[in-house]
């Protein structure tokens, strides 16, 4: 059975930076390309990032691009978004997302 778990969100000012993890299971973790999300509120769910399985190649949405960086550790099952430079429109819950299988969101909050 896949299962995410996020975890990292928080309360940060604006132009701060807060890094995100997502513990995974269940599966051959280094197979996959990995893949984060979001909702801010009122929205719909957005592509935010993804990974391909080695690492090697990166995708982001024009959003986000220049200040998330994704990455990940295969021998730790885990991938990460490094988020700087955040913006009040980046408050959102945070999801992690392979195989048709979501995480349950870690909640992230930009405000002064």
């Known amino acids: 059975q896949v299962q995410l778990v996020e975890s990292g969100g928080g309360l940060v000012h604006p132009g701060g930076s807060l890094r995100l993890s997502c513990a995974a299971s269940?599966?051959?973790?280094?197979?996959?390309?990995m893949n984060w999300h979001r909702r801010a509120p009122g929205k719909e769910r957005e592509w935010v990032a993804s990974?391909?399985?080695?690492?090697?190649?990166?995708e982001y949405a024009d959003s986000v691009k220049g200040r998330f960086t994704i990455s990940r550790d295969n021998d730790k099952n885990t991938v990460y978004l490094q988020m700087n430079n955040l913006k009040p429109e980046d408050t959102a819950v945070y999801y992690c997302?392979?195989?048709?299988?979501w995480g349950r969101g870690t909640q992230v909050t930009v405000s002064s």
């Open positions: 990974i391909s399985s080695a690492g090697g190649g990166t």
């Open positions: 269940g599966f051959t973790f280094r197979h996959y390309t």
């Open positions: 997302y392979v195989l048709t299988t």
